[in-house]
């Protein structure tokens, strides 16, 4: 592959776009190690199904869980799952794919 080739994908908006929003996600699942809004397992019926406000920014469930520490702690509990599966569907992939030629 020549350096042409190599130095294509970053002129794609859409290749760009992918890493801000793959950055944005590994960077929730690193903070959500180490901090959440609320504990994401707690239950209060009192403020169940709210809508968002200053203590609960994505509101809360029917169960009134916050919202907002559910979403940060799966973010980080998928990632874990995510990286294995991206290296093996690549290297699936390569195994896969038939060598190319440069021409």
């Keep these: ?5 190599r130095r294509r994908p970053l002129r794609h908006v859409t290749f760009g776009l992918g890493v801000v929003i793959t ?22 019926i009192a403020v ?6 200053g203590a609960h920014p994505f509101g809360t469930d029917h169960y009134g869980r916050d919202v907002l520490s559910r979403v ?11 990286v ?3 290296f ?13 030629t440069d021409a």
């Design 23 to 44: 950055l944005l996600l590994v960077a929730t699942a690193a903070l959500s190690l180490v901090w959440t809004p609320a504990d994401p397992l707690a239950m209060s």
């Design 88 to 100: 093996s569907v690549t290297r699936v992939h390569q195994r896969l794919s038939p060598p190319t």
């Design 48 to 53: 169940r199904l709210q809508g968002p406000t």
């Design 72 to 82: 940060m702690r799966c973010t980080a509990l998928l990632s874990t799952a995510k």
């Design 84 to 86: 294995p599966c991206t």
């Design 1 to 5: 592959m020549t350096a042409l080739g």
